[in-house]
């Protein structure tokens, strides 16, 4: 092979091997999270809101929340005044899952311990089919309600 050949194999190798890297399967989610928080708790529930994002090709669905603060979190909906334990929620290939007061949300039983603004708990989202997402939740006052400030 002459340098000119072996030139030319190298970068189209390269390129096909950057543009596999760089794509993913149409059949894939591609989660990320964003916007969350918790605010204060008053008592020894809490209450967990965040946005997951699919910008991949496939529906998911949140099946489970994990977190060291309690060892019972749970996913609810509120439909009228009442809430109501569900065992997932989609998140639709190229759409959105918001959870936010007044809706779907995460709850937090028997918490360990009763965080204060400013602190951080830490939670795990699990997902049928994306891998596990660790996020973090900033606590905010007990009435903090990002929709109510714009």
Do not use: W
Not at 76 to 101: C, N, W, Y
């Amino acid at each position: 092979m002459n340098r000119r050949t072996t030139s030319l194999v190298l970068t189209v190798g390269l390129t096909t091997a950057l543009t596999l890297t760089g794509c993913s399967s149409p059949d894939t989610p591609e989660l990320t999270v964003g916007d969350g928080y918790m605010p204060r708790p008053v008592g020894d529930l809490g209450a967990g809101f965040l946005t997951v994002t699919n910008s991949g090709g496939a529906d998911d669905k949140l099946t489970a929340v994990t977190s060291d603060i309690s060892d019972d979190v749970t996913i609810h909906t509120t439909e009228g005044q009442k809430m109501r334990q569900v065992k997932s929620f989609d998140i639709p290939a190229g759409g959105a899952l918001d959870l936010e007061r007044g809706g779907n949300h995460l709850m937090f039983m028997n918490l360990k311990s009763r965080p204060e603004p400013g602190q951080k708990i830490g939670i795990e989202l699990h997902f049928e089919k994306a891998d596990p997402i660790k996020t973090e939740l900033p606590v905010k006052e007990a009435n903090y309600n990002p929709a109510a400030r714009r």
